[in-house]
């Protein structure tokens, strides 16, 4: 907890190495959104599910499904899970649904405006998603005036959050200085220092989110990319180490994939960085690339008390995001 002026106590969202109660897990549920990506986005997300269930000595998961069709299929195709229906535009829930911030009792879900990616995505239930995920759980919500997707930030339990110049000072989301922003940050969600990274990766539709160039990996510990053989983000990811050697952060670095193009030949925004921590296992996004193995690996040593894991997303991918993106946690 934080103590703002005038006596009143900020809740912090915990790290996500801290214990989870469950997880919530957007399922593929719209053809018209992922054509003939669909069937095969089912089998990713269910293999991502399993992986975080990891037998039972995981975490409960929660896929949510649009409507009964989609929520007959996760249950077929990941029968451990808890399948739940509300209505969404699309699987993103670490963008639209709640921000968890206390522990035990004293939770509460922490929801925020939300625009569709500064109006790119106007989707029909993505506003109120987040709303509806907290009565299911039973748990008190309050929704900040201001726009602000999970994604776009990323904390280390502290009080220490990273985010990036071009998303959270994008004027498409809100008209707030650089110093607004970090008033909202430590008034909503207690964090007192804000490191600034400055653009995400290219072509990603979120506008550079950070969970896909920079996570904490412990408290004060913050893992950036390298880059690959004719890398399209090199220059994000050295101006990323630039701007973090005067943090005193400890910065350790995981490989990129490098190019990863999609249908159209167009670079998307491919990242190992969009690893999902659980309580038993770190699932890792996989593409193909001569990097796959080896992030894992150093995954691995960075989490040694739980194992990494690697998973193909190459269909979720098609969508904009990876396994963080369509998860959102809940803390013990």
Same mark, same amino acid.
């Given at each position: 907890?934080?103590?703002?002026?005038?006596?009143?106590?900020?809740?912090?969202?915990?790290?996500?190495?801290?214990?989870?109660?469950?997880?919530?897990?957007?399922?593929?549920?719209?053809?018209?959104?992922?054509?003939?990506?669909?069937?095969?986005?089912?089998?990713?997300?269910?293999?991502?599910?399993?992986?975080?269930?990891?037998?039972?000595?995981?975490?409960?998961? #929660?896929?949510?499904?649009?409507? /009964?069709?989609?929520? @007959?299929?996760?249950? !077929?195709?990941?029968? $451990?899970?808890? %399948? &739940?229906?509300?209505?969404?535009?699309?699987?993103?829930?670490?963008?639209?649904?709640?921000?968890?911030?206390?522990?035990?009792?004293?939770?509460?879900?922490?929801?925020?405006?939300?625009?569709?990616?500064?109006?790119?995505?106007?989707?029909?239930?993505?506003?109120?998603?987040?709303?509806?995920?907290?009565?299911?759980?039973?748990?008190?919500?309050?929704?900040?005036?201001?726009?602000?997707?999970?994604?776009?930030?990323?904390?280390?339990?502290?009080?220490?959050?990273?985010?990036?110049?071009?998303?959270?000072?994008?004027?498409? #989301?809100?008209?707030?200085?650089? /110093?607004?922003?970090? @008033?909202?940050?430590? !008034?909503?969600?207690? $964090?007192?220092? %804000? &490191?600034?990274?400055?653009?995400?990766?290219?072509?990603?539709?979120?506008?550079?989110?950070?969970?896909?160039?920079?996570?904490?990996?412990?408290?004060?510990?913050?893992?950036?990319?390298?880059?690959?053989?004719?890398?399209?983000?090199?220059?994000?990811?050295?101006?990323?180490?630039?701007?973090?050697?005067?943090?005193?952060?400890?910065?350790?670095?995981?490989?990129?994939?490098?190019?990863?193009?999609?249908?159209?030949?167009?670079?998307?925004?491919?990242?190992?960085?969009?690893?999902?921590?659980?309580?038993?296992?770190?699932?890792?996004?996989?593409?193909?690339?001569?990097?796959?193995?080896?992030?894992?690996?150093?995954?691995?040593?960075?989490?040694?008390?739980?194992?990494?894991?690697?998973?193909?997303?190459?269909?979720?991918?098609?969508?904009?995001?990876?396994?963080?993106?369509?998860?959102?946690?809940?803390?013990?």
């Amino acid at each position: 907890m934080r103590l703002l002026a005038g006596g009143v106590m900020t809740l912090l969202p915990l790290p996500e190495w801290a214990p989870h109660e469950a997880v919530w897990i957007g399922f593929p549920s719209d053809p018209e959104l992922w054509l003939g990506d669909l069937k095969e986005a089912e089998r990713e997300v269910a293999a991502f599910a399993k992986a975080v269930h990891a037998n039972g000595k995981g975490e409960t998961v #929660r896929l949510v499904a649009a409507h /009964e069709g989609a929520a @007959e299929a996760a249950a !077929r195709l990941a029968p $451990f899970a808890e %399948v &739940i229906v509300e209505p969404f535009g699309d699987i993103w829930l670490r963008d639209t649904g709640p921000v968890i911030v206390g522990s035990g009792k004293q939770r509460r879900a922490q929801g925020f405006g939300f625009n569709g990616w500064g109006g790119k995505y106007d989707l029909d239930g993505d506003g109120d998603v987040g709303e509806r995920l907290a009565g299911r759980a039973s748990m008190p919500f309050a929704k900040a005036d201001w726009v602000l997707e999970g994604g776009a930030i990323d904390g280390d339990g502290s009080g220490t959050v990273v985010t990036t110049e071009q998303c959270l000072l994008n004027p498409n #989301r809100n008209s707030l200085s650089r /110093e607004e922003v970090e @008033e909202r940050l430590l !008034r909503d969600l207690g $964090f007192e220092r %804000v &490191i600034w990274l400055g653009d995400g990766l290219m072509n990603d539709h979120t506008d550079g989110h950070v969970d896909n160039l920079a996570r904490f990996v412990a408290p004060g510990r913050i893992a950036i990319p390298t880059s690959a053989k004719d890398d399209p983000n090199d220059a994000v990811y050295r101006d990323a180490a630039r701007r973090l050697r005067s943090t005193k952060l400890d910065v350790v670095t995981l490989p990129s994939p490098g190019g990863v193009f999609g249908e159209d030949g167009d670079i998307v925004p491919a990242s190992y960085m969009n690893f999902y921590i659980g309580n038993a296992a770190v699932v890792v996004p996989q593409y193909g690339a001569p990097n796959d193995r080896n992030a894992v690996d150093v995954v691995q040593a960075l989490f040694p008390g739980r194992v990494a894991i690697g998973l193909r997303a190459d269909h979720i991918l098609t969508g904009g995001g990876s396994f963080h993106c369509i998860s959102q946690q809940v803390p013990a």
